[in-house]
T-cell receptor, first 111, second 114 residues
Framework: RKEVEQDPGPFNVPEGATVAFNCTYSNSASQSFFWYRQDCRKEPKLLMSVYSSGNEDGRFTAQLNRASQYISLLIRDSKLSDSATYLCVVTRRGSGYALNFGKGTSLLVTP | DVKVTQSSRYLVKRTGEKVFLECVQDMDHENMFWYRQDPGLGLRLIYFSYDVKMKEKGDIPEGYSVSREKKERFSLILESASTNQTSMYLC?????????????FGPGTRLLVL
């Protein structure tokens, strides 16, 4: 089983739609969880951290279920500028808390 | 504002050449990392360093070495470049500890080995 698995995508949605991405991770000892966004030919950038109680940042809502080892990201009222690849990211103990990345889910928001 | 810089955005080298990729961060971070990103494989950890002169292998260290002589600088070395090392190389840094603290990435170096 891969360390971090995501929906394969791609997701093509119209502007204004709500879209959800899911992710599972295999290491139950993982401590920190993130969603990163990566634009074409650019470096990954932090979108938001994911907390056990769930957290929201504007149109973005992240949820974590430690029992199921499941992470989600919900984007409401999609904008054209949301088009990007979304990476589910989990830290691992040791390795200087290096990151394990999912392969990413591509989102294309169309007019 | 955290800044991680990489010496080159694009690099073309020949098979067998020794290649140096440089990374500098200005936030006094202790931990630094080198990843490579390939289509269909995602980002994979090559090496990391948790302090000056300290280094540890990641998941795919073969064919690579690293150097960390100063806290702000972490170099990735391809001892003898091969075509399967053609990739996007990303450097990152963070402060240590298990808290919810993210890594900051440099803009990446696209390396083509001919």
């Amino acid at each position: 089983r891969k360390e971090v698995e995501q929906d394969p995508g791609p997701f093509n949605v119209p502007e204004g739609a709500t879209v959800a991405f899911n992710c599972t991770y295999s290491n139950s000892a993982s401590q920190s969880f993130f969603w990163y966004r990566q634009d074409c030919r650019k470096e990954p950038k932090l979108l938001m951290s994911v907390y056990s109680s769930g957290n929201e940042d504007g149109r973005f809502t992240a949820q974590l279920n430690r029992a199921s080892q499941y992470i989600s990201l919900l984007i409401r009222d999609s904008k054209l500028s949301d088009s990007a690849t979304y990476l589910c990211v989990v830290t691992r103990r040791g390795s200087g808390y290096a990151l394990n990345f999912g392969k990413g889910t591509s989102l294309l928001v169309t007019p | 504002d955290v800044k991680v810089t990489q010496s080159s955005r694009y690099l073309v080298k020949r098979t067998g050449e020794k290649v140096f990729l440089e990374c500098v961060q200005d936030m006094d971070h202790e931990n630094m990392f080198w990843y490579r990103q390939d289509p269909g494989l995602g980002l994979r950890l090559i090496y990391f360093s948790y302090d000056v002169k300290m280094k540890e292998k990641g998941d795919i260290p073969e064919g690579y070495s690293v150097s960390r002589e100063k806290k702000e600088r972490f170099s990735l070395i391809l001892e003898s470049a091969s075509t399967n090392q053609t990739s996007m190389y990303l450097c990152a840094s963070r402060n240590p500890g298990p808290r919810q603290e993210t890594q900051y990435f440099g803009p990446g170096t696209r390396l083509l080995v001919l």
